[in-house]
């Protein structure tokens, strides 16, 4: 079966300190990657997306970067983060099933920038 | 483009009363539909889906059906439990998406009572 590890659960970062969040995913070969955020009082928000090694899509401009240097790895990073990039990302993994793409999330981090 | 717009909460009840989470969509063609659960502290998880007009997802005592001519796809349950307390998001993929990139909802925060 697959799984998908997210981690660290929590963060607590000063403003202007870097950022890696790394996901991994097991059990399943060229997923596609996502990184989601989930800031206070609001939806989810694509901020990235990945269909192979060294792919990367950017839905939106921001301070945040992302890589995925192995077929199932995928990591989130900020070389200076902002009080803006405080929120909750969500790593997530699709996969076909019942003629839809169905996508399948980790535990989170939460990051709190102060 | 590809939206979704859900009920704004959050929503309380006592435990077995009835629930209705409104959830109506934008999109061209015929999306897949979703709905996530997001218990406090953790990630999404997939609760039901439908793929294509007239579908009813179901699981947990959960429903929800494809209306294409009202764009909804309402999520109801005959009787909640506390366990059921939790953030409850509608989304959406576009039709023939090989991306899997979901479109989500505000989401609604659901607080059951004994």
């Known amino acids: 079966s697959q799984t998908i590890h997210q981690w660290p659960a929590t963060l607590v970062q000063p403003v202007g300190s870097p950022l890696s969040l790394e996901c991994t995913v097991e059990g399943t070969s060229n997923p596609n990657l996502y990184w989601y955020r989930q800031a206070a009082g609001r939806g989810l928000q694509l901020l990235f997306y990945?269909?192979?090694?060294?792919?990367i899509s950017s839905e939106v401009p921001q301070n945040l970067s992302a890589s995925r240097p192995q077929d199932r790895q995928f990591i989130l990073s900020s070389k200076k983060l902002l009080l803006s990039d405080s929120g909750f990302y969500l790593c997530?993994?699709?996969?076909?099933?019942?003629?839809?793409?169905?996508?399948?999330f980790g535990q989170g981090t939460r990051l709190t920038v102060v | 483009g590809n939206s979704v717009t859900q009920m704004e909460g959050p929503v309380t009840l006592s435990e077995e009363a009835f629930l209705t989470i409104n959830c109506t969509y934008t999109?061209?063609?015929?999306?897949?539909l979703f709905w996530y659960v997001q218990y406090p502290g953790e990630g999404l998880q997939l609760l039901l889906k439908?793929?294509?007009?007239?579908d009813k997802g179901s699981n947990k005592g959960f429903e929800a059906t494809y209306r294409k001519e009202t764009t909804s796809f309402h999520l109801e349950k005959g009787s909640v439990q506390v366990s059921d307390s939790a953030v409850y998001f509608c989304?959406?993929?576009?039709?023939?998406?090989?991306?899997?990139?979901?479109?989500f909802g505000r989401g609604t925060q659901l607080t059951v009572w004994p």
């Open positions: 997530a993994w699709a996969k076909k099933r019942d003629r839809t793409l169905e996508a399948f």
């Open positions: 439908a793929t294509k007009a007239d």
């Open positions: 989304a959406l993929t576009s039709p023939g998406s090989t991306l899997g990139r979901l479109y």
């Open positions: 999109a061209t063609g015929y999306p897949s």
């Open positions: 990945s269909v192979g090694i060294g792919q």
